[in-house]
C-alpha cells in the first residue's frame, strides 16, 4: 500500500468511475452514490452495459495480441479499473506466466482490491497515481521495480483517456509516456467517440460531469491523434466489437449503439 494511504481514504459521499464501471459490469464493489449516477447514465444510455462488456472484451483481445502475437512480455496499465474477471495480468498470464504487469489507478478502491488480488504475484504491481501525472507512475519505484525501460513494454489507456479534459493537455500527457518507451512498445488504448449517437453519448457526459470526473468525448480524428507517429496495427482505430473480434462482427444496428473506438499502435523501429 502506498505510504500515507488508508482504506478510509475511499470517499463514499460522490460517485467515481472506477465503482459506475464495476456497476455496469454487474460486480459489487460499488455504493449506493454510484448506482444512483450509474442508473442515471444507464436512463440516457441504456446501452451502457454493453458498451462496458464490449470495451471489457476487447482490452482482453488487446492483451490476447500483445503478448501472444507482437511477443510483449511487459505491460503498464493506467487506468486499471477495480479487479473484475479476466484482468490483464490473468488473460497474459495464460498464454505467457511471468509477463510483468504494472496497473495504475487514482482511486483508493481499486488500490485496495488489486493489493488484495496481487499480494501473492511477483509480477504484477499496483500503484496509486493519477495519468495527469505521467512522471510519477514511470519513476515510481514499483514501475522501476518491475519494468525494462530497454526493451518493449505495452502501455494500456483502456477507457480513461474521457476521464481527461481538453484543458489538462492529454495529447502532453501520452506523448510524455510514449516517449519514455522503446521502439517496438505498444499503445493500446479506448476512448468514448461522440462522432455517432451524439445526443446520448452527450447526456450519458454530462451526468459523469455533474457527479464525478469531467467527462469528455472525442471524434476518430482526435483518438487517433493519440497515438502520434506510431504505426497503427490493423484493423486501425475502429468500434471496439470490431477489433480483432473472435467471431462474427455484430450488425449495423447493434455496432450504431458503441460510441466507443479502440485500437493499437506500435512505436516504430
Ligand atoms: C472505465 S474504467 C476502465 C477500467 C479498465 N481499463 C477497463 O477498460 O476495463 C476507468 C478507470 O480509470 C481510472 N481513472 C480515471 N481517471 C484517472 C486518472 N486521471 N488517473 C488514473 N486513473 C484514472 C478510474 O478510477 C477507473 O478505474
Avoid: C
Avoid at 514511470?138 to 521495480?145: E, M, Q
Amino acid at each position: 500500500m502506498e505510504p500515507g494511504f488508508s482504506p478510509s481514504d475511499i470517499d463514499t459521499s460522490r460517485p467515481h468511475p472506477a465503482r459506475m464501471y464495476d456497476f455496469y459490469l454487474g460486480g459489487k464493489d460499488n455504493y449506493p452514490v454510484d448506482r444512483e449516477a450509474a442508473r442515471q447514465v444507464l436512463r440516457a444510455a441504456p446501452e451502457g452495459r454493453d458498451i462496458a462488456r464490449a470495451n471489457r472484451a476487447f482490452l482482453q483481445r488487446l492483451v490476447r495480441f500483445l503478448v501472444g502475437k507482437a511477443g510483449i512480455r511487459q505491460i503498464i496499465d493506467i487506468g486499471t479499473g477495480i479487479p473484475g474477471a479476466g484482468n490483464v495480468h490473468e488473460v497474459a498470464a495464460e498464454i505467457a506466466p511471468g509477463t510483468r504487469v504494472v496497473y495504475a489507478d487514482n482511486d483508493p478502491i481499486v488500490h485496495v482490491h488489486a493489493n488484495a488480488l496481487l499480494t501473492s504475484s511477483g509480477s504484477t504491481r499496483i500503484v496509486l497515481a493519477d495519468l495527469r501525472e505521467p512522471g510519477k507512475i514511470l519513476t515510481h519505484p514499483k514501475t522501476r521495480d518491475l519494468i525494462d525501460f530497454s526493451q518493449p513494454v505495452a502501455l494500456l489507456l483502456v477507457a480513461i483517456l474521457h476521464f481527461i479534459a481538453d484543458d489538462e493537455d492529454p495529447a502532453g500527457l501520452v506523448a510524455a509516456l510514449r516517449d519514455a518507451l522503446p521502439p517496438g512498445s505498444y499503445l493500446g488504448l479506448s476512448h468514448a467517440t461522440n462522432d455517432f449517437h451524439t445526443e446520448t453519448a452527450a447526456v450519458a457526459a454530462a451526468v459523469y460531469n455533474k457527479a464525478t470526473s469531467s467527462a469528455t468525448l472525442r471524434s476518430h480524428a482526435q483518438i487517433a491523434a493519440f497515438f502520434g507517429d506510431w504505426d497503427v496495427v490493423d484493423p486501425g482505430l475502429v468500434q471496439v466489437p470490431l477489433w480483432r473480434p473472435d467471431g462474427p462482427p455484430p450488425g449495423p444496428r447493434e455496432l450504431r449503439r458503441m460510441w466507443i473506438y479502440g485500437g493499437v499502435a506500435r512505436h516504430p523501429g
